[in-house]
């Protein structure tokens, strides 16, 4: 399938599932999963319209960083998990990170960011991600630590704190993810509601009507848009 057409597949199981739930589409917004995939299926996306893109790895964003430095309007979103090292190569190149889970790693991206940014005022937008199922072998930080994390990144002025994201367990059941989705969203109703934390990032191929359901603004694609990726 072209992925001008995949796009649009996509963008109407966001608005049914808004519909579905009484939402305003325009409150969810699309993030195309790229990892794995050339520079030239993104360049395809943008050219349909798409605007956000999600990568996994610090090693394969940069250099699709740079081959597509032309397309002015991409913002690019750091989806995986982001070693405290390599915090300096992304910190004036993305425009979210979804995977803030440390306090380490909030305050080695505000000295990362405030060593490059052009002036004073501006500041790097992220998400902390939430542990939500407890796996201990993933990443995110636990539901009891997260009321330190934010108010940790809350006093680091160069940082935005906008929201939360979470990666349910992988289950051939898409409804499984559900209860998590719910988790999260009772997570930020706990920790200051819409108003301090006004974006969840949740839902991807297989569930994103779940998350949409559940209150999700933005839903991470990847396979649906750019079909399957090889190991
Ligand atoms: C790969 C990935 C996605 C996209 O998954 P698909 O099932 O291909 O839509 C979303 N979020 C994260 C964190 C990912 O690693």
Redesign the pocket.
């Known amino acids: 399938m072209r992925i001008a057409t995949a796009l649009t597949q996509v963008r109407q199981r966001i608005a049914a599932a808004a519909a579905e739930s009484q939402r305003d589409p325009s409150e969810i917004r699309l993030v195309a ?1 790229s ?1 794995t995939q050339p520079a030239g299926a993104i360049r395809e996306a943008y050219e349909a319209g798409q605007r956000d893109f ?1 990568e ?1 790895y610090v090693q394969e964003l940069l250099p699709k960083a740079q081959e597509l430095g032309d397309l002015t309007e991409l913002r690019w979103h750091l ?2 998990n982001l070693q405290r090292n390599k915090a300096r190569h992304v910190v004036m190149l993305v425009s979210l990170v979804h995977t803030v889970d440390t306090i380490e790693l909030a305050r080695e991206l505000a000295r990362r960011f405030e060593g490059g940014r052009q002036t004073a005022d501006q500041r790097l937008e992220l998400l902390v991600e939430v542990s939500i199922a407890g796996e201990a072998q993933k990443h995110g930080a636990s539901p009891a630590a997260l009321g330190a994390l934010l108010d940790a990144i809350d006093s680091l002025p160069s940082l935005s704190l906008r929201g939360l994201m979470c ?1 349910p367990p992988l289950s051939e059941d898409a409804a499984a993810a559900r209860p998590h989705f719910d988790a999260l969203r009772q997570l930020r109703d706990q920790h200051g509601g819409v108003q301090r934390l006004p974006e969840l990032s949740m839902g ?3 569930d994103l009507e779940h998350a949409v359901a559940a209150g999700s603004t933005l839903v ?5 848009i750019f079909g399957g ?1 090889s190991p």
């Open positions: 999963v990892k999600g996994n989806i995986g990666v991807m191929t297989q991470r694609v990847g396979t649906a990726r």
